[in-house]
């Protein structure tokens, strides 16, 4: 008991005293899941557009595969990200194993089914409620997107933070493809496994801490920001 | 409404539109001029808002033909009004823009039409109200803002009234006059027929997909030809009560 106590003191004080491989720790996570969560909203978002908004060959298989590819196992995705990006992998070449840039391209993987999922179900909404009105007005599908999503911004914001807590509470897949190297490719969850199978309870617990302050604070905005919206927007 | 061509008259020939196998619209052959006021009246499910989306162009007819002075693309010119005013998550004022936007004009030129639509429909002080916070009778004066800032020379209303109180009514019904006055085609549908009376030069009488009579709306209301019609202006509930007598009446008018 007198350790976990012990733990929590000095965790806090590895918090307010703004310990530099904390530090150092926490801005490469959140540098690694913004980056992984902006791309895969700029590829989710009109990805998600398209399917909801364009009839094609195929179109029902595309939406049961996205829906599957949302609980997409992270182990699986760091495997292929592993095989693809190894020395006899198809893209070796590069040297990207073990970077913050191959943790990237999981998170990516991982994160875009969710956003392009969401967002199919968000525009595909809105399209059948507005679709008369600006068929009526002149614009088909096509032109309508920018309406839509601008329509669905804050229904999508949501969406994004989705994409955002999977890609920040992840381990698996960032531990397989980035290997949890001191100073190059450790984030907060890798350190955290890390540190509580060393024993050193202090290190694990301030970044436990962190993360769940981080993630609380991001969704408690999206919150207060959507509910504002809809007493401004009705 | 001024120089322009116009893209009247409207032929609709032979037009016929199916649904989940029933035919909803039958063989309709109809011609609509500029100027009187055309009311269309029937009971719910005559085929009235199908009929209106078939010359608004946004349903396909199965057969027959849907033509617009001999055949020209009047999409620019034409705009209609639903029962369910649609509002983007956007101000008023940025609700007409947009539609002025769809059709092409630049920025600099929407902006005084947007100023004078919401002028003429008295919303000039909810410009910048976002516009789904609007009241129902706001929302369908803004819908009629959005239209006349497009100046069309057709407007199809779908019972703009139809779920809208008294005062709500007269204003709509106030700005669909100043339409009227301004040039506009109107033909409209609605279950008010205190409404039709007000606002109609003829009437459209639609049962079960087919025009069964077709009247100015003096002669409509005082002395309709067609059993139906007399039926129907009395108020009975002619869709169950004369069913037997409606069959007789499709094979009569087949029969021709």
């Known amino acids: 008991m007198t350790d976990i106590g012990n733990a929590f003191i000095q965790a806090f004080e590895l918090v307010v005293g703004l310990d530099p491989d904390l530090a150092e720790i926490v801005l490469l996570s959140l540098k690694v899941s913004l980056l992984a969560v902006f791309l895969a909203t700029a590829i989710g978002l009109p990805l998600g557009a398209a399917v909801a908004l364009f009839r094609f060959p195929g179109r029902g298989g595309v939406i049961v595969l996205l829906n599957a590819l949302m609980g997409l196992p992270p182990v699986v995705v760091g495997l292929v990200v592993y095989l693809t990006l190894s020395r006899a992998g198809p893209l070796g070449v590069f040297g990207l194993l073990f970077t913050p840039t191959a943790m990237i391209i999981a998170q990516v993987l991982l994160v875009t089914p969710i ?15 507005y679709e008369e009105q600006l068929r009526s007005l002149g614009a088909g599908p096509a032109r309508a997107v920018p309406a839509l999503l601008w329509d669905g911004r804050y229904t999508l914001l949501t969406t994004v933070l989705a994409g955002f807590g999977r890609a920040s509470a992840e381990v698996g897949a960032v ?29 694990a617990l301030g970044l436990g801490v962190i993360l769940i302050v981080l993630s609380g604070t991001v969704n408690a905005a999206a919150f207060m920001l959507k509910e504002a919206a809809i007493r401004k927007h009705g | 409404m001024d120089a322009r061509t116009s893209i009247l008259p409207l032929e609709l020939s032979g037009v016929s539109f199916t649904a989940g ?134 407007l199809f209303l779908d019972e703009p009234t139809a779920s809208l109180d008294p005062a709500a009514t007269h204003s709509v019904e106030e700005i669909i006059s100043a339409f009227h006055d301004a040039g506009t085609k109107i033909v409209m549908t ?67």
């Open chain 1, 115 to 129: 956003i392009a999922a969401l967002t199919r179900q968000v525009i595909e909404d809105l399209w059948s409620e």
């Open chain 2, 190 to 256: 609605t279950h008010d027929l205190g409404q039709a009376r007000r606002l109609g030069d003829e009437v459209l009488f639609i049962y079960r997909g087919r025009i069964l009579e077709r009247a100015p709306v003096d002669r409509f209301f005082t002395a309709p030809e067609n059993d139906l019609a007399q039926a129907f202006i009395k108020g009975e509930l002619l869709w169950w009560r004369r069913g037997e007598g409606a069959e007789e009446n499709e094979d009569r008018e087949e029969g021709e």
């Open chain 1, 175 to 203: 531990m397989m493809v980035g290997g949890n190297i001191d100073h190059v490719t450790r984030v907060m969850t890798t350190a955290i496994a890390l540190e509580v199978s060393k024993g050193d309870l202090a290190l």
């Open chain 2, 21 to 154: 196998g029933q035919r909803l619209i039958k063989d309709i052959s109809a011609t609509f001029e500029a100027g009187p006021r055309t009311i269309i009246v029937g009971p719910n499910g005559a085929g009235k808002s199908l009929f209106l989306r078939l010359c608004h162009g946004l349903i396909k007819p199965d057969a027959g033909q849907v033509l617009w002075n001999g055949g020209g693309d009047a999409t620019p010119h034409q705009a209609m009004v639903f029962q369910r005013p649609v509002m983007l998550r956007r101000s008023a004022a940025a609700n007409v823009d947009y539609a002025l936007h769809l059709k092409g004009l630049p920025r600099n030129e929407r902006r005084e039409l947007v100023a004078e639509a919401l002028a003429r429909t008295g919303l000039s002080r909810f410009a910048r109200s976002p516009a789904r916070v609007l009241s129902f009778g706001e929302q369908q004066r803004l819908a009629l803002a959005r239209t006349w800032a497009l100046n069309p020379q057709v």
